[in-house]
C-alpha cells in the first residue's frame, strides 16, 4: 500500500517530471468551469456516466437529476462561447468536480496526462534533462536552480541561474511553469535546445535528454563528526539515496546524526518504513486502520538499530510520511525532534487505476504512530521548539539546524 502527499499548491518550484500540483490541476479546472455551468454536467458526458451511476441513486427517469438535458439544451441555446468549449476539458471537470465534491482535499482524480507525472514523480524517475525549474518572483522568467550531477543539463553546459527564454522553436514568456516544464521533458535520446540568458549573455544549449532519478536526498559532514542528511520527499528512489548517505557518513566516523525533514510533503510508506527499519528498534512502526476498523500493522525487525545521538527536523510543512518518520523517532526516544509543529496529515491515500491510464487518488485509512497516537489536524509537536529566523545580514543561517546540532552535541555528552 503506497500513500501520497498532494503538494502544497504555493510550490512554484518543479522538477522536470511536471508534477501536479493543486494550483496547476486547478487552472486546467477552473477552464472547464468557464463554460459555465455545463463544464460539470456536459451531455457528451451522460453517457459515459450512466452506466456507472446506474443502481447507485443517480439517475432518474429524465436522467442524471433530469438537470443534464436541461444544462446541455441551456448551453446550446445561450453560452457566448460555446463554440471554444473543449470536450476533454468538460469529461475531466465531471470526474474532477465528483472527488472534490466529497470535500477530501487529498482524494483527486488524475486525467491521463496528470497521471502520467503523478507516477513519474512518486517513482523518482523520468525522462528528461536533469534540473530543477522554478519562476523568478516577479513570475517573469523561468530560471535554472538546480542542475543535477553527472546529467544531461550539466553536459549541455546549463548553470544554475540561468534564465531560460526558449525552449526549441517555443518562446517561454507568458507560458506556466508547467507548460515550460513538459517542453523540456521528452522521450529519451531525443535532443532540446534551451536558450538560455547568462550574465546579459544569450546562449543556445543543446541537451540530450535521458532517464533521469531525482536526487531527493543531500548530506555532509557537518563540525564535530555530526552527519547532516536533508530528505526532500519518499520517493521510489529515496531509500538507496538514504542508505548510501548513512553508510558514507558511517565509515566517516560518524558521532552524531541530523535528519532535516522540513518542507518534505511526504511520499510512499512503503519507502519511509525501509528507511526507519535502518534507525528503530525491534517494533511497530505505523499502523494504519481502513474504515471498517481493520488495521494493518508495518513493523522494524531492529536489526539496525540507531544508536548514536540524532535530531529530526521538521517545520510546519513537513507532512504525511514525514511525520510518520519523526513520530516514530520521537514514540522510540531514539531522537530529539526539533523545529516546529508538523502539518497534522495523519490520513493515507491509494493510487487506483481506472483501466484507461488515468487514475484515482483516494483516502482510504487513518495512520497511527507507535505508541497509538493520531497526528491527523494535530501534527508531530517538537521536543526542542524553535522557529526558524531569518538573518539579513547572514542569509545563509540557519538557527534552527544550529538548535539542531547543539541538541545532538548535547546528547552526545
Known amino acids: 500500500m503506497n500513500e501520497f502527499m498532494e503538494r502544497d499548491s504555493g510550490n512554484q518550484t518543479e522538477k ?60 446550446q441555446d445561450y453560452y457566448l462561447y460555446g463554440d471554444e468549449i473543449d470536450e476533454a476539458d468538460l469529461i475531466d471537470g465531471i470526474y474532477s468536480g465528483y472527488t472534490q465534491s466529497l470535500g477530501d482535499p487529498y482524494t483527486v482524480y488524475y ?40 546529467s544531461p543539463a550539466e553536459a549541455a553546459g546549463l548553470k544554475d541561474g540561468d534564465a531560460l527564454y526558449q525552449v526549441d522553436d517555443h518562446p517561454v514568456e507568458g507560458e506556466s511553469l508547467e507548460t515550460v516544464v513538459s517542453w523540456v521533458k521528452g522521450k529519451r535520446g531525443t535532443d532540446v535546445v534551451l536558450h538560455i540568458i547568462r550574465d546579459g549573455e544569450r546562449l543556445e544549449l543543446t541537451a540530450t ?59 510512499s510508506i512503503d519507502t519511509t518504513a525501509d528507511m526507519l527499519r535502518l534507525l528503530l528498534p525491534e517494533g511497530t512502526i505505523v499502523s494504519i486502520e481502513d474504515k471498517n476498523g481493520n488495521v494493518e500493522e508495518i513493523t522494524c525487525d531492529g536489526e539496525h538499530e540507531f544508536t548514536k545521538p540524532l535530531a529530526v527536523l521538521v517545520n510546519e510543512n513537513s507532512a504525511s510520511a514525514s511525520e510518520i518518520f519523526s513520530g516514530a523517532v520521537q514514540d522510540y526516544g531514539i531522537g530529539k525532534i526539533v523545529g516546529t509543529t508538523t502539518y497534522g496529515k495523519g490520513v493515507v491515500q491509494q493510487l487506483i487505476d481506472l483501466g484507461d491510464d488515468t487514475c484515482l487518488k483516494i483516502t482510504i485509512a487513518e495512520y497511527f504512530t507507535p505508541s497509538g497516537t493520531s497526528i491527523n489536524g494535530v501534527g508531530v509537536t517538537p521536543d526542542v521548539e524553535v522557529d526558524y529566523a531569518f538573518d539579513s545580514e547572514d542569509p545563509g543561517a540557519d538557527n534552527q539546524l544550529e538548535k539542531a546540532l547543539e541538541t545532538v552535541k548535547e546528547e552526545a555528552k
Open 16 to 75: 522536470e517530471t511536471g508534477k501536479c500540483t493543486r494550483e496547476k490541476r486547478g487552472n486546467r479546472f477552473q477552464k472547464g468551469v468557464l463554460t459555465g455551468a455545463a463544464v460539470t454536467l456536459f451531455l457528451t458526458v451522460c453517457a459515459a456516466c450512466v452506466f456507472y451511476f446506474a443502481g447507485r441513486g443517480f439517475v432518474s427517469e429524465n436522467g442524471i437529476d433530469g438537470k443534464l438535458d436541461q444544462i446541455q439544451a441551456i448551453v
Open 209 to 267: 535528454r535521458d532517464t533521469i532519478q531525482a536526487q531527493t536526498v543531500e548530506y555532509r559532514m557537518l563540525e564535530d563528526r555530526i552527519g547532516y542528511i536533508a530528505v526532500s520527499e519518499f520517493d521510489t528512489v529515496t531509500y538507496d539515496q538514504f542508505k548510501e548517505a548513512l553508510e558514507s557518513l558511517e565509515d566517516k566516523a560518524l558521532e552524531g546524526l541530523v535528519i532535516d525533514l522540513r518542507n518534505n510533503p511526504g511520499g
Open 111 to 150: 486525467n491521463e496526462e496528470e497521471t502520467q507525472a503523478l507516477l513519474e514523480s512518486t517513482s523518482g524517475e523520468f525522462s528528461g534533462i536533469g534540473a530543477t525549474m522554478t519562476l523568478s518572483s516577479d513570475g517573469s522568467q523561468v530560471m535554472i536552480i538546480d542542475v543535477y550531477e553527472d
